[in-house]
C-alpha cells in the first residue's frame, strides 16, 4: 500500500531533464553558470537550507539577463523550497511564462510538478487529477519522456489502491525496456519495483533487486540512496520474519535518515518498520515507543499513509491490554480521524483511476490494437496482390520461356539436319562458287560498286583467296584481323574490306564470325568427341578469345542457344 520511495525519482525525472537542455549562461551576475548552479542545486538535498540560495541566485541571474527559459527553471528550483500555496504560486508563474514556448515539454511538465507538489503534500486526488492533465499533453506532443513520468506515477497510485501486480508490470517495463530512461532514473525504479515485489510475495526478485542497489550505491558512494536500500532491506527481513536482522539494519537507517535528511517518507516507514519487528518479537513497550513517535510525527506535519491504521490499532490494543482507557480512547480518537482521510483518498482514487485513467488506456489500447489489424490486413492484401501479380508473371515469363525454347529447339532440330543433308556445306559452296564467277558481276550496278576503284583481275584474285581462305578454314585461327588477312593474300585492307562487303554482303567482322559458327555448326554435329569438349575450349579452338564472345556468336547467327543446340544434337543422336 506504499508509495514511499516515489518522491525522489520524480523530482530527478520529471525535473531534470529539461533543465539540462539550458546549460551555459554569462557570467553576468553569477560567476557560476546556469550549468554549474543547477547541478549544485539537484545534487544537494531539497530544503537543506543551500538549496533555497542556490535557487534564488539561479532566478536573479537569469532575470537580470531576461533568460526566459533560465527564468523557468528558477522557478522550478524555487517551488520545491516553499510551502504548498507559495509553491503553487510559483508553478503559476512558470504557467504563464511558457504559454509561447515551443518546446515539446510544456505544458505537460507544469501538471506533472503539480502532481508531484500535490503528492508530496499528501493530496492524492489533486495529484492524480494534474497527473491525468500531465499524461494528456505529454502524449499531444508525443514527448516519450512525459508520457513514461505520467505513466510511473500512475502506477505508484495503483499500487495505493492494492493493485501491486499492475504497478510491479509498470515498473519493470520502464526499468529495463525504455532506453529514453537515464540511469538514475533506472536505479530509482528498480528500487521501488523491489519494494512492490514485496508486496506480492516475489522475495528473491525483492532480494535481488535491493542487492543490486546496496553494491551500486557503496560503488557510487551514494549515502543516501545506500540507505534507503538499506531500508528496504529491513522490510524484507520483516516481511520475512527475520525480526532481529531487520532491526539491526532499520537502526542505522534511523540514525541517518532523522540526522541528514528531512524526508518525511523516510523517517516514518523507518520508524514503522522498528516498530513492527519489535512487535515481531514481543517486545510491545518498544513497539509502542516507536508508534507513538510516528504519530507525534503525523500531527507535526500532516503526513497520512496506508499503513498508519496498522500503528493506531496497535497503539489502542496495547493500551486496552494495559488498561489505560484514557490513552486508549485517545488513539481511537485519532484512528477515526486519520482513517477518515484515507478513506476518502482510497474511494477518490478507486474510483478515478479506472474511469480516467484505466479505461482511456483500454480504450487506446484497443484502438492500437485494431490499427495495427487493420495495418497488417492491408499488408496482407498488398501481400497477396504482389504474389498474384508476381505469379501471373511467372507464368507469363514461364510460357513464353517455353515457346521461345519450342523455337530454339525447332531452329537447331534444323540445322542438325541441315548439316546431315550436308546442306550447310553446300549452301557456303554454292555462295563461293556464286561470288567467284565473274560474268555474274558484270552488270551495271556490281560495276558502279567496285569498277571504279577495284580492277576485274584484282577482285578476282582477292575473291580466289577468300575461297582458299575458307576452304582451309583458317578462319580458326586466333587473333584474325582486317589487316592481317589482307597481308597474307598481298591486297590493302580497304580493298579486301570493300571486296567483302560487296560480295559476301557483310562487313569483316560479321564475315568472320559467321564462318566460325558454320564450322562449328557442323563439327559440333559430326564430331562427338569436340563436343564433348568444355565450352571455353571449343571457343578457343574456333579462335575466339573467350565462351563468352562465341556464345553470343552462335546465336546471333543461328537465332538459337549453343546450350540447347548441343542438348538436341544428344536427343538426336540418341534417338
Known sequence: ?????????????????????????????????????????????????????????YLKKAKSEKNKAQIAEGYVMLHFEE????????????????????????????????????FRNDNLQSALNNYILGLKYAKKEGNKRQIALAHISIAYLNNYIGKHEETTKVLKHYAYEADYM?????????LNLADAYIEINKMDSAYALIQEGLKNSQKNRDIYRYHQNLELLGYYHLHSKNYQKAIDGLSACKKYFFTNSNDKRDQNYTLLYLGKSYAGLQEKAKAADFFRKIDSMVLKTNYIYP?????????????????????????????????????????????????????????????????????????FYIVLSLLLISHLLFINVYFKYKKSEKNYKKIAQDLIQSVNENTVG?????????????????????????SRT??????????????????????????????????????????????????????????????????????????????????????????????????????????????????????MSLD
Open 307 to 379: 499503513e498508519l491504521r496498522d500503528v493506531y490499532t496497535y497503539l489502542i490494543d496495547y493500551y486496552k491490554e494495559n488498561s489505560d482507557t484514557e490513552k486508549q480512547l485517545y488513539y481511537v480518537d485519532r484512528f477515526l480521524k486519520v482513517d477518515q482521510v484515507l478513506d476518502n483518498q482510497f474511494r477518490y482514487i478507486s474510483r478515478e483511476l479506472p474511469r480516467r485513467y484505466d479505461t482511456p488506456e483500454l480504450q487506446q489500447e484497443k484502438e492500437n490494437i485494431t490499427n495495427e489489424l487493420t495495418k497488417r490486413k492491408s499488408l
Open 454 to 571: 577495284i580492277s576485274e583481275d584484282i577482285a578476282q584474285n582477292i575473291l580466289k583467296e577468300l575461297e582458299i581462305f575458307e576452304d582451309k578454314d583458317q578462319f580458326l585461327n586466333k587473333g584474325i584481323t582486317l589487316g592481317s588477312l589482307a597481308k597474307k593474300i598481298k591486297t590493302n585492307s580497304k580493298y579486301l574490306s570493300e571486296i567483302i562487303n560487296t560480295y559476301k554482303g557483310k562487313n569483316f567482322a560479321t564475315y568472320l564470325n559467321d564462318l566460325r559458327i558454320d564450322y562449328a555448326i557442323s563439327r559440333l554435329a559430326n564430331d562427338k568427341k569436340f563436343r564433348s569438349y568444355k565450352i571455353p575450349f571449343i571457343a578457343e579452338e574456333l579462335g575466339y578469345n573467350n565462351e563468352q564472345a562465341f556464345t553470343l556468336a552462335f546465336k546471333k547467327r543461328t537465332g538459337t542457344p549453343l546450350s540447347i543446340y548441343l542438348k538436341e544434337i544428344e536427343n
Open 1 to 57: 500500500m506504499k508509495i514511499k520511495y516515489l518522491l525522489l525519482f520524480l523530482i530527478t525525472g520529471i525535473v531534470l531533464f529539461p533543465a539540462q537542455t539550458n546549460k551555459i549562461g554569462k557570467n553576468a551576475l553569477e560567476e557560476r553558470t546556469y550549468e554549474e548552479l543547477n547541478k549544485e542545486f539537484y545534487k544537494s538535498r531539497i530544503g537543506d537550507g543551500n538549496s533555497k540560495s542556490i535557487a534564488s541566485s
Open 83 to 118: 510551502d504548498l500555496p507559495s509553491a503553487l504560486k510559483y508553478l503559476d508563474s512558470l504557467q504563464h511564462l511558457t504559454q509561447d514556448f515551443k518546446e515539446n515539454t510544456y505544458p505537460a511538465r507544469i501538471y506533472l510538478l503539480r502532481g508531484n507538489l500535490y
Open 182 to 190: 537515464n540511469e538514475e532514473e533506472k536505479t530509482s525504479l528498480k
Open 426 to 450: 553446300k549452301n557456303r559452296a554454292m555462295e563461293v562458287r556464286k561470288e567467284t564467277l565473274s560474268q555474274t558481276f558484270q552488270t551495271e550496278n556490281t560495276e558502279d560498286k567496285t
